[in-house]
């Protein structure tokens, strides 16, 4: 089984092959979102905790949550159900998922790490990979940098450059109040 494991304190990724069935004892029989401890896995994940975030089954089907069970099942989706993209408007359709409780049957196992163990992870904890973009909204704005009402958003946003010039870019801030928003309000 392949595990993809994600550090989203750090933004890394780090995909690991376990080919012996005892090491992924302890991840068996439990359900998605569960946390497990990693010290099954080998020394360098002494100490840490993953939680379950989903996988797929050998033939691709992915994990849904709230299935409860570890085999697969047909259900009907409509728009807003995770493992479902609405093709046209209103339709409906039928789609093989596999349940949320993990058995020895999956090809990939995705994992987050919620917890670092006592020494680094080479690839997962030891380098830190920066988002490449900022917030758009000026509530997320405000929440990123500990803003005030009254303080200017435009000053914040968080620009990117572009090749090796000076030139730099800048998201369009959207739900920014302005005076000619409150004029059109009137």
């Known amino acids: 089984m392949k595990l993809n494991i994600a550090n989203p304190t750090t933004g890394m990724q780090k995909l690991i092959e376990v080919d012996d069935d005892k090491k992924l004892l302890p991840f068996f029989d439990k359900r998605m979102a569960s946390e497990v401890p990693g010290d099954s896995l080998g020394d360098e994940f002494k100490g840490c905790i993953f939680r379950i975030a989903g996988g797929n089954d050998k033939q691709g089907f992915p994990m849904k949550q709230g299935i ?13 159900m995770s493992c479902y993209r609405e093709r046209r ?25 919620v917890k670092k163990g006592a020494d680094e992870i080479p690839g997962l904890t030891d380098d830190n990979k920066p988002r490449r973009l900022g917030p758009k909204r ?20 968080v620009r990117r450059q572009i090749g090796d010039k000076k030139k730099t870019k800048a998201p369009k801030i959207q739900r920014l109040i302005t005076p000619q928003l409150l004029q059109r309000k009137r």
């Open 68 to 80: 409860l069970c570890n085999h697969r099942v047909r259900l009907l989706f409509k728009k807003g």
């Open 89 to 113: 408007s209103g339709c409906r359709k039928r789609k093989s998922v596999r349940g949320c409780v993990v058995g020895p049957d999956l090809a990939v196992m995705s994992l987050v790490l």
């Open 138 to 157: 000026a509530s997320n704005i405000r929440k990123l940098f500990g803003l005030e009402k009254k303080d200017d958003v435009r000053q914040f946003v």
